[in-house]
């Protein structure tokens, strides 16, 4: 269970502060799948990074399983990041390493190398469905196949918790869907629970079992997906179902325009 | 033909000599200077403001040695450095005493072309790497030196091309080399023909070392080019 408790984070000081997140309570549950969100700028990849610090809260504290970890440096801050895995909208894969030697980095950090480190890899590859591109490079896999490398190297610790910076952000309709699943597999079969930072209203229908919806820094609203899309209590959340609204009768009409 | 043939048995001896230590000088050198210019570099990357290790002073007070070493034109930090290089290698002359300045003039340039590479490492697979674990010496290692290594090369044959040149005003103060033999009988006994000889060795050296460089910085770079 992850619990945050008051965090705040401000950047720069005086008049000029910029109050990234403000006094964010929340609760995520293990096995949860948990949406996060928000427009641009309201503060979610700021939340999402302070959940392995690679942001520090200015205040607040960030619990895991009732340990607070805010305080943490040295051994112990790596020790925490290597057991929450991350991946991220632009992939962030080494394109300078195989497929196979991606997977095998968070293990090679921690001293294991080798015939164990790359079976480990293997399985995970395997799980994704590339195990056949393991010694390709980055550069000639697919979008949603970099993303599906990116999510095996983020298991190769096995984590209990893996957070998801806009991670189908950069994939078409089809291809989000299908990284979707997997992350749902993921978490149904592994038991890993997932922090998903999304714009994307359909992306947190599609897996989220609860979500939060944050602005300007603060959270607006939060609870069951479906309580929270089906019956919005903020003004923030009807605005952003009214886009999306919006924004799906634009592609319907597109749709046609190229039929017809 | 008798004309060239004649040229090289009189002067082939000279030329290989000339060009066995134009060689030697720019390649010790350039090995020296990568010696301590990577680090310096890695340095200059890690420290400065948004860096791994922010270290403002230290930071400024490597930017300005760069700065001031780069500053000194090359002939000039030459004479001015004998004693430091008499102490170094026990002469100023020769091939020995050439190393020596090139390598102090070569550090500071090669700390800045390999900082500019590390800091063309896109930002978010530094954060991959921190987000998975990493400590700052494994980002250095594993992720920035790795991910930047085909624009390291392509910086270390500029970083020879630049000390092949410098070798040249070396050889002026008596370390040997092609410069010195293009400004001893080419231009102080006026021999046209060793004047446009060394300099079409130049032409082809430089050519030579550029081509390694595109090849091993092509081998070593695993990105397809998408045309």
């Not at chain 1, 006094?23 to 990074?49: E, M, P, Q, W, Y």
């Not at chain 1, 970099?146 to 999510?151: N, P």
């Not at chain 2, 034109?73 to 020596?100: D, E, K, N, Q, Y």
Request: hydrophobic share 45%; aromatic share 6%.
């Amino acid at each position: 269970m992850i619990q945050l408790q008051h965090v705040c984070k401000t950047y720069g000081e005086g008049e000029n502060a910029h109050h990234a997140l403000r006094n964010v309570n929340l609760t995520i549950n293990d096995g949860d799948v948990f949406g996060i969100i928000g427009a641009s700028g309201a503060g979610k990849s700021t939340l999402v990074r302070c959940l392995n610090l690679l942001e520090r809260p200015t205040e607040g504290a960030i619990l895991y399983d009732g340990r607070d970890i805010t305080g943490l440096s040295g051994r112990a801050l790596l020790e925490l990041r290597s057991q929450v895995g991350m991946i991220f909208q632009n992939f962030s894969l080494f394109q300078q390493r195989t497929v196979l030697r991606n997977v095998t980095f968070p293990l090679e950090l921690r001293g294991e190398k080798g015939e164990a480190a790359r079976k480990r890899a293997m399985e995970l590859l395997e799980l994704v469905g590339l195990a056949d591109l393991a010694e390709r490079y980055p550069s000639q896999l697919s979008g949603g196949q970099q993303q599906r490398v990116a999510i095996a190297r983020a298991l190769a610790n096995n984590p209990k918790v893996m957070l998801c910076d806009e991670a189908t952000s950069a994939l078409d309709t089809r291809t989000t869907a299908s990284i979707l699943q997997l992350l749902q597999d993921i978490n149904r079969e592994l038991g890993v629970t997932l922090v998903v930072i999304t714009h994307s209203l359909p992306v947190a229908c599609k897996i989220c079992n609860r979500v939060a919806v944050i602005d300007h820094g603060r959270i607006v609203e939060e609870g069951a997906t479906a309580a929270v899309f089906g019956n919005p209590q903020s003004p923030v959340t009807r605005e952003l179902l009214a886009n999306d609204d919006m924004l799906a009768a634009i592609e319907r009409d597109a749709e046609k325009g190229q039929e017809g | 033909m008798d004309y060239i043939s004649n040229f090289i048995s009189q002067y082939g001896a000279l030329f290989a000599q000339g060009t066995v230590d134009t060689l030697v000088m720019t390649l010790a050198s350039t090995l020296f200077a990568y010696l301590i210019g990577v680090p310096l570099g890695v340095l200059l990357v890690i420290t400065a403001k948004d860096g791994l290790k922010p270290q403002r002073a230290l930071n400024t007070v490597l930017g300005w040695i760069v700065n001031i070493g780069r500053s000194i034109p090359f002939i000039i930090l030459l004479v001015a450095i004998i004693p430091f290089t008499r102490l170094v290698v026990g002469t100023s002359l020769g091939v020995p005493g050439a190393i020596v300045p090139l390598t102090v003039a070569a550090i500071p340039f090669v700390g800045r072309m390999v900082e500019q590479s590390l800091a063309e490492v896109d930002g978010g697979l530094v954060e991959a790497a921190q987000s998975f674990g990493a400590n700052t010496w494994q980002i250095v290692c594993k992720v920035m030196l790795r991910e930047s290594l085909p624009s390291l090369v392509r910086g270390a044959s500029i970083t020879v091309i630049t000390l092949f040149g410098y070798t040249a005003m070396a050889g002026a103060v008596g370390a040997g080399g092609i410069g010195d033999i293009a400004i001893r009988y080419g231009y102080q006994r006026y021999l046209g023909d060793v004047m446009i000889a060394s300099i079409v060795l130049c032409i082809v050296l430089v050519q030579v070392f550029q081509s390694i460089g595109d090849l091993v910085a092509r081998l070593v770079d695993k990105r397809v080019r998408r045309s």
